[in-house]
């Protein structure tokens, strides 16, 4: 099945092969189930050095325009601001997309204030659609976790979920659902808030944790807190927000909002007295902010409403892209 490879075989074939990082003392934070970034002391000053890639690898339209800011919100979502950004592009066969590609990378980097200072190009005639995956580093005075939750804290959400599982869902596959065509193109446009770095500079100096939701969207990004700091979340399913466009297009499509992709929001357990600062300061910067449940002591788990979720959680869309490709 397509999707990110499993905690069990990260943990049996990627987290203990990582060259010297075991005994390298600059690596704070190397891979880790649920941690989406490394973290490098700089022995010269007191910044951490922050590193994250992604591709993305399904979404056909707006490739560009959503790679920079998947790839910086872990960046984000651990304390840093983006700073640079190497980009690798693969195409399938040659065609116009390395232009409009590249034309979006910039556009987007330049949204971000990211330098993109490489990477690499070719043309793959096994692929089916362009896969572009990037590296985001930046510095950040105080690294963030996704691993850091305490029993007691308050699990936050910034704007809304599965914000960038309907811009895919509006421009991939809004002419086959039976949605009016005004909320397909509202929710085209929800790809222009993909990045969480302004929801992470309001609120980075009160959180314990911080993580960006991607794939298996909202659930999966709050489990994953859970594993990775050997805690329990309780969330209230009703106060998790989600926008009608979302409401209207998931319905369309019989997939759960909170289980598609979740870019664009940002997951946050702050300790409980620092929950009306981190609202206050979001909504000083125009950004919808919600408190949606607790941590707790216990075995990790996502209790979602009446649902105990301890498994990873596959992503909605991909049975629609399954479906696309053997229509074709």
């Avoid at 890639?53 to 983006?82: C, F, M, Q, R, Y």
């Avoid at 987007?108 to 580093?137: K, M, N, W």
């Avoid at 902010?289 to 941590?295: E, K, L, M, P, Q």
């Amino acid at each position: 099945m397509p999707g990110k490879v499993s905690p069990d075989d990260l943990l049996a074939h990627v987290f203990e092969r990582t060259g010297t990082a075991r005994d390298d003392e600059t690596v704070l934070q190397g891979p880790a189930d649920g941690e989406d970034a490394a973290a490098i002391a700089l022995p010269e000053c007191d910044e951490t050095l922050v590193v994250s890639s992604d591709p993305i690898s399904l979404a056909a339209e707006s490739v560009g325009t959503l790679a920079v800011p998947v790839a910086s919100n872990d960046v984000a979502a651990s304390g840093a601001d983006p700073r640079w950004l190497t980009a690798v592009i693969m195409l399938p066969g040659e065609n116009e997309s390395l232009e409009a590609i590249t034309r979006d990378l910039d556009s987007a980097a330049t949204e971000v204030g990211a330098s993109i200072v490489g990477g690499h190009s070719e043309y793959v005639d096994q692929l089916e659609r362009p896969l572009v995956s990037l590296t985001a580093i930046g510095t950040a005075d105080s690294f963030v976790p996704t691993g850091g939750a305490e029993p007691g804290d308050t699990v936050l959400i910034t704007k809304a979920a599965g914000i960038e599982g309907t811009a895919i869902l509006a421009t991939d596959f809004g002419d086959e659902l039976a949605v009016d065509e005004g909320v397909v193109d509202s929710a085209a446009t929800f790809v222009e808030e993909i990045s969480v770095l302004p929801d992470s500079r309001a609120i980075r100096a009160w959180t314990s944790a911080m993580h960006d939701p991607t794939e298996g969207g909202v659930a999966a990004g709050l489990l994953e807190v859970a594993r990775a700091s050997d805690v329990r979340l309780e969330i209230d399913r009703d106060a998790v927000p989600i926008r009608e466009e979302t409401q209207q297009l998931c319905a369309a499509a019989d997939v759960d909002p909170l289980r598609i992709f979740g870019s664009g929001a940002l997951l946050a357990t702050v300790p409980d007295a620092a929950v009306d600062d981190c609202l206050e300061a979001l909504a000083e910067r125009g950004i919808d902010g919600a408190a949606i449940g607790t941590v707790r002591d216990g075995q990790p788990a996502l209790e979602l409403g009446e649902e105990t979720i301890t498994e990873p959680i596959q992503d909605d869309l991909y049975p629609l892209w399954e479906r696309a490709d053997t229509d074709e």
